[in-house]
């Protein structure tokens, strides 16, 4: 198609001031946040596939910021100051999102937040039920008073099975990720943003004071550029700490009178679960074989699927007879630090990735982040 291009598209659709590679939650924010701060920038969005690819439309919705297990493996990784700024990074996330797009429109529901703990797993019950004052006292300021409390009158109620405690989280949601990313879409474009959709960028060159994106429908040029891929970075910045994590994902057909509602983190987090329109939705276990599921590869695998199911059977909806109706799987991005990656990786060329599985809440403030970075350079 590039050689076929027209007087007129080449002057009107592939120069830039800033161009976004990626149209997932970071991408959006991105450029969201570029047009509202300095309106005259001219910006589009270059997005590989058909939706947003990766993990931005494909993930559970969960409007949270870590169960107690996971903040405590997070704190001994960053220590007590990097968790707390961490935690304020993905509730003020979670404020832009909601303040952006509305609650309505997300469709976000306060159900509360749970964990879950297995009748065998005694010292990490004791371990993150001794921590629940430590965390209420550091993320107070944040996000508000006494987060985390016991909660196990709950199991019963939600009708599970070998979970002998529950530690709730007052302040977890959940929203419908597809709403969520639609809006975003037709927000960006309501104010001025160009969006393409399959549409590649195969190769990045700076040149002079330019960036030039190669694509199989011709060149697109920019003052600044900034890659918002996550897992599928180091095809055009190589050598960052980002590692993918494939999480396999399935959904049930509506079950009459389902009991649970809320978001349910499971195994120190590596299993998750949700009530959505009278179904559950289910995902998780990448930690049965990483190596595996260190792909950029979409797809299901036998030994995680039969897992899932099992956990359902067993534990989410003992007694209860359920159908499948679909499975998916989505691509995040982890790395060896906590943090996510936002530079200036080259000249005149930005990157914001690696949301360690927490792209809802991380997304919306990581975009504005290096929004700012780029506003700074120009």
Request: aromatic residues 10%; proline residues 3%; neutral net charge.
């Amino acid at each position: 198609m590039a050689n076929a291009l027209s007087y007129w598209e080449k002057t009107s659709f592939f120069d830039y001031d800033v161009v976004v590679i990626g149209s997932g939650i970071v991408g959006l924010n991105a450029a969201i946040h570029l047009k509202k701060s300095s309106p005259s920038l001219k910006i589009s969005v270059l997005e590989s596939g058909f939706l947003p690819t990766g993990a931005s439309t494909k993930n559970a919705g969960f409007a949270c910021f870590g169960s107690i297990s996971e903040l405590i493996e997070q704190e001994r990784i960053c220590g007590t100051d990097g968790l707390v700024n961490l935690i304020e990074t993905r509730w003020k996330g979670l404020l832009k999102l909601r303040q952006l797009l509305g609650d309505k429109t997300i469709d976000y529901m306060p159900f509360g937040g749970y964990e879950l703990f297995r009748e065998s797993e005694v010292d990490l019950t004791e371990q993150c039920v001794s921590k629940i004052e430590h965390f209420n006292k550091l993320i107070e300021t944040i996000v508000g008073l006494n987060a985390f409390y016991l909660k196990n009158e709950n199991i019963k109620t939600f009708g599970l099975k070998g979970i002998k405690n529950l530690i709730a989280n007052r302040y977890e949601a959940q929203i419908d990720t597809g709403k969520m990313m639609f809006n975003l879409l037709q927000y960006a474009q309501q104010i001025g943003i160009s969006i393409f959709n399959n549409c590649k960028v195969e190769k990045i060159v700076s040149k002079n004071s330019a960036v030039l994106l190669k694509t199989k429908d011709g060149d697109f040029s920019c003052k600044k550029a900034i890659v918002t891929t996550n897992a599928f970075v180091n095809t055009l910045i190589p050598n960052l700490d980002v590692t993918p994590g494939r999480g396999q994902v399935l959904v049930t057909k509506p079950i009459k009178n389902l009991k649970i509602e809320g978001t349910f983190h499971y195994d120190k987090g590596y299993y998750y679960f949700r009530n959505i329109n009278g179904r559950v939705l289910l995902g998780g276990g990448r930690n049965l074989d990483f190596k595996a599921e260190e792909t950029t590869e979409f797809g299901q695998t036998d030994g995680v699927q039969s897992t899932l199911e099992n956990l359902l059977r067993e534990v989410i909806l003992p007694n209860t007879d359920f159908e499948i109706e679909q499975r998916w799987s989505g691509i995040m991005a982890f790395g060896k630090q906590i943090n996510p990656i936002i530079t200036e990786a080259k000249p005149n060329v930005f990157c914001a990735v690696r949301c360690n599985g927490m792209g809802v809440a991380m997304g919306p403030q990581t975009g504005a982040d290096v929004a700012e970075l780029v506003l700074k350079s120009l």
